[in-house]
């Protein structure tokens, strides 16, 4: 496979996560070319400059327009804010770039659904940032469902709670802005979403209730502006198997810093995941005596793939970075014509569907259908 050339767009957060996963991933896996960091755009030409250099990319842009048409670029990588994930995508797929786009797809169902019309009108690759799937955990946590470990799924629960926006006093930011989405839907909701996805299907039913724990934020400017979105949301929902599920999630919750504590029980056993220990997964099995029944850790390692890859000592543990290296050898599977394991953007718009379907139980205050 020739070298893919990378153009990102974006480089905060999510912006370096890329980065550092296009630079680690040939090293990482050993069995794919080594990707050429091509052109990097950002906001200002000063901040894209400054950027590229810190990151290992040979050109810089502040228009990021520059990025999607350069010639040597193959894949683009889309992280920033949410706002700007359809417009850019659109262009990228126009210009016959393979995207990488980060999550939420997009802000509104139509823009989700006119990315997937531009995706398969081009025939690039199109896949998004939902790299909790990636976890050597999560993907034995799959197996072991798939095995009928726990017998047969009939109740899910799921809490994804961080602190980041648990500050009454931190300044209003484009997160508590309407043109961002619904909140805490939107940018948590999505993560449990995709791993429902992978682990036990599809969400085809809901009733939501969201919440706003601060009506206003200081602006940095002076002043105050009124929140716009819902930094919590409470679900109940059935899945096309029938068993049925919560989800909760709070981006002010103090204390939390990344919590995705996931609860699967079956007709045979349990299993129990939680982020925030990433490195592990626990699991129940009715059998044997029960005096000595309980559940059980597993520490993930080298029998976990793609653990190995990484590091040959069991039990010592990814990071969240290590994800989107997964994650990007998952793309370049894809692009090269190979199976992947991957969310790509038919399954992202189901995930869009799902969210735009509690933003309307919340509010007509009633259970909604998810449309296929
Ligand atoms: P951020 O604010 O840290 O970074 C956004 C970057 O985009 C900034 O560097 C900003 O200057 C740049 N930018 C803004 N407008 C631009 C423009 N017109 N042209 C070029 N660059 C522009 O945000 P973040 O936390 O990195 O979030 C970015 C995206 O990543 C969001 O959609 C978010 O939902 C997603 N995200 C995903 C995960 C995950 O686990 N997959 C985690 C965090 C964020």
Redesign the pocket.
């Known amino acids: 496979m020739k070298s893919l050339g990378i153009g990102l767009?974006?480089?905060?957060?999510?912006?370096k996560c890329h980065a550092l996963a296009w630079n680690a991933v040939a090293p990482t896996f050993g069995d794919v070319a080594r990707p050429k960091l091509v052109h990097l755009?950002?906001?200002n030409e000063s901040?894209a400059t400054r950027k590229a250099a810190e990151l290992g990319f040979a050109r810089a842009s502040g228009d990021?327009r520059a990025v999607v048409e350069d010639p040597e670029v193959d894949v683009v990588s889309i992280?920033?804010?949410?706002q700007?994930?359809a417009e850019m995508t659109i262009a990228a797929l126009q210009a016959g770039k393979h995207v990488w786009c980060?999550?939420?797809m997009a802000t509104s169902e139509a823009d989700a659904l006119a990315m997937l019309v531009a995706a398969q009108a081009s025939g690039k690759v199109a896949a998004l940032?939902?790299?909790?799937i990636q976890n050597p955990a999560v993907r034995h946590m799959r197996a072991l469902i798939g095995q009928g470990a726990i017998g047969t799924v009939n109740h899910v629960r799921v809490e994804m709670d961080e602190d980041f926006m648990a500050d009454a006093s931190a300044p209003f930011g484009?997160k508590s802005e309407a043109a961002s989405g619904y909140g805490a839907l939107?940018?948590f909701a999505v993560?449990p979403l995709s791993l429902l996805t992978v682990l036990v299907g599809r969400v085809t039913s809901v009733v939501v209730d969201m919440a706003k724990p601060y009506a206003e934020r200081p602006l940095a400017s002076g002043g105050s502006r009124a929140v716009e979105t819902h930094d919590i949301a409470n679900i109940l929902f059935r899945l096309e198997s029938g068993a049925s599920g919560s989800l909760l999630v709070n981006r002010s919750a103090w204390g939390r810093k990344g919590r995705i504590a996931i609860q699967i029980f079956g007709s045979e056993g349990a299993l129990l995941y939680d982020q925030e220990r990433m490195n592990e997964l626990q699991l129940f099995q009715a059998r044997g005596p029960v005096a000595e029944q309980g559940f059980r850790t597993i520490l993930t390692g080298t029998a976990h793939p793609p653990y190995d890859r990484f590091i040959p000592a069991p039990g010592h543990g990814l990071g969240f970075n290590d994800l989107k290296v997964i994650e990007a050898r998952e793309l370049m599977r894809r692009i090269a014509g190979e199976p992947a394991h991957l969310i790509e953007f038919a399954t992202g718009l189901q995930i869009e569907r799902a969210v735009h379907a509690m933003a309307r139980s919340h509010a007509m205050r009633g259970w909604v259908d998810v449309p296929e």
Do not use: R
Request: overall charge negative.
């Open positions: 767009i974006g480089t905060g957060y999510m912006g755009g950002e906001a901040l990021w992280t920033t804010p949410n700007f994930h980060e999550k939420p940032g939902y790299n909790y484009w939107d940018d993560h």
